[in-house]
């Protein structure tokens, strides 16, 4: 398998594109059905930020999705133009304090981290940001 790549326009309704994409990248490389579950899920919810924060729910920006495969591990990078992000700044919710008010949102850091074994955020040259997910296969 060698890398793939998806560039998709900034709506939320072109995420199901992107979960198959990644679905069908993570299967191919092996991963059992749950993991690739929790895989979906991590780049589903990066997209998500980047559309609705980054973006600011700008349809005539873009996204792009690279599926890398290592040896031992799948990496997904999600590229974006919009505002820099410091995950830094993000603080680890209270989930009893979260469900006992009912809030809504708020949880794609805390998911994507919880989800996968790694998870960075780095800006890039050219005014680009990156999320940068990792899964190892087997752990």
Do not use: W
């Not at 980047?50 to 996204?63: E, Q, R």
């Not at 990078?77 to 008010?101: A, N, W």
């Amino acid at each position: 398998m060698g890398t793939k790549t998806l560039k998709i326009d900034s709506r939320t309704d072109r995420l199901i594109v992107v979960r198959q994409f990644v679905s069908d990248a993570a299967r191919e490389f092996g991963f059992a059905e749950d993991d690739i579950s929790k895989i979906s899920l991590a780049v589903d919810e990066a997209c998500t930020n980047v559309i609705k924060h980054a973006y600011g729910f700008d349809k005539s920006k873009t996204l792009k999705i690279t599926v890398v495969p290592g040896k031992d591990r799948l990496e997904i990078l999600i590229t974006d133009t919009g505002k820099q992000f410091d995950p830094d700044k993000v603080s680890t919710p209270d989930m009893k304090e979260y469900l006992t008010h009912y809030r809504k949102g708020g949880l794609g850091v805390y998911l994507m981290k919880k989800l996968m074994d790694e998870v960075d955020y780095q800006p890039l040259p050219g005014g680009k940001n990156e999320v940068r997910l990792v899964k190892y296969l087997g752990r």
